[in-house]
């Protein structure tokens, strides 16, 4: 399961079991690329129409140095873990939670036409410091042995429950020495809300801040808007930029593109050009039927832009959340075959208390888990989630980019599918090309 691309004046093989990856000459690269899909016999001839000068010692020093690559498990290699074995590694009926998405606010104070959570915004209610209590005492109930715990603050806008927030934080600090657990928290925010007081605050307390802002003044204004129906990029701008200069720790800023941005490196440019330097960018999750939903047409371009991307944080050099690669340690084996774990590992809390797989499920409520006062009360609908990983999926079997990607996101999976242990393929295509142009960054 080798994947053979050329990128950043390259030649680039990447062995999907291992991991592994090399930079090879020409001819190394044509022989191993060839080889892929029919036999060594019709490769080295295709090899040889492809290069009529190579002499037989070339030939031989390359054959050579791909043996030795392949008898020591760096190419070509068996995979590490069989599907069984993948199996025994996720007891559905003993799950533990690492992490929760708090959303302590289905309010808003913008309405922004893209927002997966539009419809689950329903009355605008606010999470009590009692069900947030809950939340926090649930997960650490549910955490095993596990030390770090990681809650986000999510919503609709959480700074509308700011006060709430900052009471959490204080009753988790509170008790993680006697619980034997370290709380890592995350929020995430529009930024209209951001004052002195929260960035002092989260200089503290916050391991992460995310900050949605979609670039260009037009590219923002088209979806994020006020309630009043006027673009809120100058109402946002100038503060997410300010905080983002003093923020003491990590942050990101969280743009979406969609149909009608699909030159989006300008928009990551404009971004730049505000002095932000952490940056991320996603694909648009809405239904299909909205005018500004991607579309199969838009894949070919797409790809060109992030090969535009690569070239562009090259000159810049500022960070891309999904081009950050570590070649040397990467995710831990269970991220890499179940990714972010969610309905079992990780579960998303409304104000209201009801646990749900992710945020991106709240609303449907043939998802509910249970809540946060009872605990976890469908527990089929764990087992359900626990046994989803990239062994499952049948697309997945002669992916070379498995083992990065663990199957994709149940959530898009469900959306495009109709089944939460299926694929996007939309993006796994994305996936792809993101990964090919990390390690592109990741090799020079």
């Known amino acids: 399961m080798t994947h053979c691309f050329k990128a950043g004046g390259n030649n680039v093989v990447v062995d999907g079991n291992s991991g592994s990856i090399h930079i090879c000459d020409d ?25 009529p000068s190579v002499t037989e010692t070339d030939l031989t020093e390359a054959l ?38 708090l959303n302590v606010s289905h309010a808003c ?41 990681e809650v986000d603050f999510f919503g609709g806008e959480p700074l509308l429950s700011w006060d709430v927030v900052k009471q959490l934080v204080k009753y988790a600090r509170s008790i993680e020495q006697s619980a034997g657990k ?11 809300e951001l004052t002195d007081e929260v960035l002092d605050f989260a200089n503290r307390e916050f391991q992460t801040v995310v900050l949605s802002l979609d670039g260009r003044e037009e590219t923002h204004n088209r979806f994020r808007k006020l309630p009043n129906n006027a673009g809120s990029y100058s ?28 030159d989006f490196v300008n928009d990551l440019i404009a971004l730049n050009d505000l002095g ?28 060109k832009e992030y090969d535009r991307l690569a070239d562009v944080i090259q000159e810049r050099k500022f960070s891309f959340y999904h081009f950050n690669l570590d070649l040397e340690n990467g995710p831990c084996l269970n991220k ?41 009360t469908h527990p089929e609908i764990v087992r359900q989630f626990a046994s989803h990983n990239v062994f499952t999926k049948p697309e997945c079997g002669d992916c070379w980019a498995r083992l990065w990607c663990a199957g994709g996101c149940s959530a898009n999976a469900y959306h495009d599918s ?13 996936f792809k090309k993101r990964l090919e142009k990390a390690i592109q960054l990741a090799i020079q």
Request: overall charge negative; charged content about 20%; hydrophobic content about 35%.
């Open 27 to 51: 001819l190394t690269y044509d022989i191993i690329a060839f080889r892929e899909g029919t036999d060594a016999e019709r490769a080295l001839a295709l090899v040889a129409e492809a290069h």
């Open 64 to 101: 050579t140095e791909i043996g030795s690559l392949i008898q020591s498990g760096q190419l070509y290699s068996a995979p590490t873990i069989e599907p069984d074995g993948v199996q025994s590694r996720f007891d559905p009926d003993s799950f533990v939670v690492k992490a929760l998405c």
């Open 109 to 149: 104070n913008m309405r922004c036409s893209y927002c997966f959570a539009a419809k689950a915004n329903g009355e605008g209610e606010l999470m009590s410091f009692d069900t947030g209590k809950a939340a926090l005492d649930f997960l650490i109930a549910n955490s095993g042995s596990r030390h770090n715990l």
């Open 182 to 192: 370290c709380f890592r928290f995350t929020l995430t925010t529009n930024g209209l």
């Open 235 to 262: 109402n946002t701008a100038e503060k997410i930029r300010n905080f983002a200069k003093k923020r003491v720790g990590e942050y990101y800023i969280r743009a979406t593109y969609t149909h009608e941005n699909l």
């Open 276 to 303: 932000l330097s952490n940056l991320s960018i996603e694909p648009v999750v809405c239904d299909a039927s909205e005018p500004y939903a991607l579309k199969e047409s838009d894949l070919p371009v797409i790809l």
């Open 336 to 376: 890499r075959l179940s990714g972010c774990g969610s309905g079992s590992e990780y579960m998303a809390v409304t104000p209201d208390g009801s646990l749900y797989p992710c945020h991106q499920f709240i609303g449907d409520n043939k998802f509910i888990i249970g809540n946060v006062f009872e605990g976890v």
């Open 418 to 430: 109709g089944d939460p242990g299926g694929i996007y393929k939309f993006g796994c295509e994305l």
